[in-house]
């Protein structure tokens, strides 16, 4: 596959043409009564027409046939795919999950979304007003089908194997490390090449931005010139026996036929559009005195709530960077938060816990649930020289952090059959160290 070209930046106002039809674009206006090419104008609106400038979205795709030209939809199974809050009672204890297993070609072909999979999530999709988190376990592509999401946007982060993904505005090639937000509203369809994994992180009313930087100043984190946006392709292609489209609405999911291919958009322009990133061109920020700054300093992108400060999710990581904190305990504080704390492992090994929690799992650390290292590293950890050292290398961690309290579904606790009931035993060992008659332990050398 010939390498694939994208456009630079997050939330431009972008334009592009498909190079086989030059001038595909209206010049000077969105609609005129005849488009170039004889193509159809349709408008795809990410936010109400009178949004400020500062957070209209919107884009217009200039198309062979309007999306439109489809039989009517009709309901289908949902697999595991929910927004049932309420299938189980409420868990607050520490949850982790071995990785979430694939199911292999040979017994059973899955897609993406035959293998999409809802971990836990909180609020009203009616009302636009929360979250979902999916797991995505898949062995085989999209084979005339595509997906699009009528509840919220997609945030993809793959774990093991690449997806192409075609969509109305071109195509991405995404690859572990990577990300891709798939925007509501948007059509795509993903091809895969092995038994693949990831995640998603789904909101619900709100759009994904970067976070403020106050006073780190004009850059830093991830900064907008890294962000990739596809360029313009199309395909004029027939389906024989019809190509399906499959659409989630109010949680549902919905299926729909056509007879040709969703992906037959020749140009566009505006600034609603998918875009991926890669994590390692991420701006580490780091403590460079003594203690911790918060995990905030790690946050990727963040969807906002209507109370300043506090996200309805925020996505972090936790990427390759130097620890050089002095008299600190340097891993990960114990920590009970008013957050709700979703954590992924990419690869490698996270520093707080060298062991079960492993690529392709993921931990839940509920509201107001205690969390921290686990009793080997807090002995290590507490007695290591602190001299300057690397940390995380060969690891990506991450995590969906939330504002809303997290229910878990009744796949994650039992179906998925991958939740570790031993997770708790790991902060068992931890023991007393208190010296009432010594206010100053004895420090490492």
């Not at 949004?51 to 199974?77: A, G, M, Q």
């Not at 797991?135 to 999209?142: D, E, G, K, R, V």
């Not at 995590?399 to 997770?423: H, I, P, Q």
Request: charged fraction near 20%; glycine fraction near 8%.
């Amino acid at each position: 596959m010939a390498e694939l070209k994208y456009i630079s930046g997050f939330g431009n106002e972008c334009s592009s043409e498909d190079p086989r039809c030059p001038g595909s674009l209206p010049e000077g206006q969105n609609n005129p009564q005849v488009c170039p090419y004889n193509l159809y104008a349709e408008q795809l609106s990410g936010s109400a027409f009178t949004c400020p400038r500062s957070t209209n979205k919107r884009s217009w795709l200039y198309r062979i046939l309007p999306s439109v030209s489809h039989k009517p939809f009709e309901s289908i199974d949902e697999g595991h795919v929910t927004h049932n809050w309420d299938e189980v009672d409420p868990d607050p204890n520490q949850l982790r999950w071995k990785p979430f297993e694939i199911p292999k070609a040979s017994q059973k072909k899955v897609d993406f979304v035959s293998g999409l999979h809802t971990l836990c999530g909180a609020g009203d999709i009616k009302s636009n007003n929360g979250l979902a988190i999916h797991i995505f376990l898949c062995n085989t592509s999209m084979e005339n089908r595509c997906f699009y999401n009528s509840d919220g946007d997609f945030l993809i982060v793959p774990q093991k194997g690449n997806l192409l993904i075609y969509t109305e505005f071109g195509k991405m090639l995404v690859q572990p490390n990577e990300i891709c937000v798939i925007q509501r509203g948007m059509r795509f369809s993903i091809d895969v090449f092995e038994e693949t994994r990831g995640y998603i992180l789904e909101v619900y009313g709100v759009h994904f931005e970067l976070p403020d930087l106050g006073p780190i100043g004009a850059n830093g984190l991830a900064n907008p010139r890294d962000f990739l946006i596809p360029i313009a392709w199309y395909e004029d292609r027939q389906a024989p026996g019809g190509y399906t489209v499959i659409n989630k609405y109010q949680g549902k999911l919905f299926a729909a036929k056509q007879d040709v291919s969703p992906f037959n958009v020749v140009a566009w322009h505006g600034n609603y559009t998918p875009y991926k990133y890669n994590l390692k061109n991420f701006m580490v920020i780091n403590s460079v005195a003594f203690d911790h700054a918060d995990p905030s300093i790690f946050t990727v992108l963040t969807a906002k709530s209507v109370r300043p400060g506090v996200a309805i999710a925020d996505f972090v990581i936790f990427p390759p960077r130097w620890g050089v904190a002095d008299k600190t305990f340097r891993p990960p504080y114990y920590h009970r938060n008013c957050m709700s704390e979703f954590m992924g492992l990419i690869r490698g090994h996270y520093e707080a816990k060298q062991g079960g929690f492993l690529p392709g799992g993921g931990s839940l650390h509920s509201t107001m649930t205690p969390h921290g290292p686990d009793a080997d590293c807090f002995e290590k950890a507490s007695k290591a020289k602190l001299a300057p050292e690397r940390i995380a290398d060969g690891t990506m961690a991450f995590m969906f952090e939330s504002s809303l309290s997290l229910a878990v579904t009744k796949w994650g606790l039992k179906a998925s059959r991958c939740l570790d009931e031993n997770y708790h035993k790991c902060w068992e060992p931890l023991k007393s160290h208190f010296t009432p008659n010594s206010r100053n332990p004895a420090e490492p050398n």
